[in-house]
């Protein structure tokens, strides 16, 4: 997990009410614990993966090293089909049948005890004039990618098809899948794990899209108006 720190910068046109000042911030640093927590499991099941076929590898090559001198010493044929249908795929199978299920997974974690003390969201900066901006230091990719979000999420403003709650949840999906280069590349990491479409969309739905849908809607009540790059 990279905790290169970097900080944010984002526009305000309002304060808003106390109520609405907590909850932006409690919605801020929801999207940034998730994303950090997103990249930490895949991260996480990406090395358990590999370990595991770590260990089945050097089993497998043991086990081949015994049937090669077997073979040696008897008047067995050494088949090379028989030998890769019985080991290699048995070996891919196995690894592949322990895949921890997602969704029970992410039911599970405890967001707050993942993100580290020294990658924890921290407020650097605040301008209360209007209008002003809020400043924030933390982990690179979590702020990177809610920076990339709230980029997209402004330009689709501008497009009135989004008219269905419906829709605009899907086109989150879709627009972090095409754009979200950090998101993007953990999803095809899933995918190479083993995880199926439908798999990935739930898991990412509910750990990634639905907090940073939240963080969007602060963006609908002028709370966050862009991002200020110094």
């Given at each position: 997990?990279a905790?290169e720190?970097?900080?944010l ?13 907590t909850?932006f ?22 090395y ?6 770590k ?14 001198e ?14 890769r249908?019985?080991?290699e795929?048995?070996a891919?199978?196995r ?8 969704l ?20 650097s900066k605040?301008?209360?004039q ?5 400043e ?6 979590p702020?990177?990618?809610?920076r990339e979000?709230i980029?997209d999420?402004?330009?689709?403003k ?26 993007n ?13 439908a798999?990935?969309?739930q ?16 963006q ?7 991002l200020d790059?110094?």
């Amino acid at each position: 997990m990279a905790t290169e720190i970097t900080s944010l910068r984002i526009k305000a046109q309002r304060l808003g009410t106390v109520s609405e000042v907590t909850t932006f911030l409690t919605d801020l640093e929801t999207a940034y614990n998730s994303l950090y927590v997103f990249d930490f499991l895949v991260d996480t099941l990406s090395y358990d993966r590999a370990r595991k076929l770590k260990q089945v590898d050097e089993r497998f090559h043991r086990v081949r090293r015994n049937w090669k001198e077997f073979s040696n010493h008897t008047d067995y044929h050494f088949d090379q089909f028989i030998y890769r249908m019985l080991f290699e795929e048995y070996a891919y199978n196995r690894v592949k049948d322990t895949l921890p299920n997602l969704l029970e997974l992410q039911s599970k974690i405890d967001i707050e005890k993942i993100v580290l003390p020294s990658d924890r969201l921290i407020i650097s900066k605040v301008n209360i004039q209007s209008p002003g901006f809020w400043e924030v230091l933390g982990s690179l990719n979590p702020l990177q990618q809610i920076r990339e979000y709230i980029k997209d999420r402004h330009e689709r403003k501008k497009d009135e098809k989004y008219r269905s709650r419906q829709e605009e949840e899907i086109g989150e999906l879709e627009i972090q899948e095409r754009k979200g280069r950090i998101v993007n590349q953990r999803i095809e990491t899933l995918k190479e794990l083993g995880y199926s479409n439908a798999e990935i969309r739930q898991f990412a739905t509910a750990i990634v899209i639905q907090p940073l849908i939240r963080l969007g809607n602060h963006q609908d009540n002028g709370q966050i108006e862009g991002l200020d790059e110094q």
